[in-house]
């Protein structure tokens, strides 16, 4: 019962960790939230953010169903692709530890200059590479045919770690975008995103086998 307890807030814990590493680091999404939210305010950012993490979420269940027929008849391929995408998790988290320490607002694309909205964060969710790479990783290393459940809690936990992720961001860009561009405060936030995409990595391999 212990060992079941422990492997169970090791499971949630590594889902936790992994949402919240590849929601919060930044990218393509978040620089268009924090450019929208410090032009324009939180409050009319929040159409992008929903449709940002719908728009993921959808993904998120299209690649799940996708994948899991591919697992049930072929088990082995779990193992191959868990494998595969812990080093993926891995690679990504040294990329960001070793990422430039600075936020460039002026590099936004021209038509962003019109307030982006849901459907704008909706699509281009779907044509992110990073976050095809996300749903890929996050599935392969969450999905088990011996806890079929797992991988709905997975995508329940990433909705709504998402949606803070991303509302942070809009928060940051509404009021405290100037904090993470100050000396070395972005750097040693870097440093710490890309150790919680690591150690989460690491976690779900070492409950794996």
């Known amino acids: 019962m212990g060992l079941i307890l422990i492997r169970t807030i090791t499971m949630f814990a590594s889902m936790f960790l992994f949402s919240f590493a590849m929601s919060i680091t930044p990218g393509p999404v978040n620089t268009v939230i924090l450019s929208t939210s410090l032009n324009h305010g939180l409050k009319r950012s929040l159409p992008y953010i929903s449709g940002a993490t719908i728009g993921f979420t ?14 049930t008849q072929f088990p082995i391929v779990l193992k191959i692709l868990a494998v595969c995408g812990t080093l993926f998790v891995c690679y990504i988290g040294i990329k960001i530890i070793l990422s430039a320490a600075n936020i460039s607002i002026s590099n936004a694309p021209v038509e962003q200059m019109i ?32 806890n079929p459940q797992s991988l709905p809690i997975f995508i329940v936990i990433y909705f709504f770690t998402c949606y803070a992720c991303l509302f942070f961001w809009g ?15 972005l750097k040693y936030f870097n440093i710490l995103m890309g150790a919680f995409l690591i150690l989460s990595a690491l976690l779900i391999l070492i409950d794996f086998f």
């Open 58 to 71: 959808l993904l998120l269940i299209f690649m799940a169903f996708g994948l899991q027929s591919l697992l």
């Open 115 to 146: 307030i982006p909205n849901f459907k704008d964060g909706f699509l281009l969710q779907w044509l992110n590479p990073k976050a095809w790479l996300a749903c890929v990783s996050g599935i392969t290393m969450f999905t088990s045919i011996e």
């Open 171 to 185: 928060l940051c860009g509404d009021k405290f975008s100037v904090v993470l561009n100050q000396g070395n405060r």
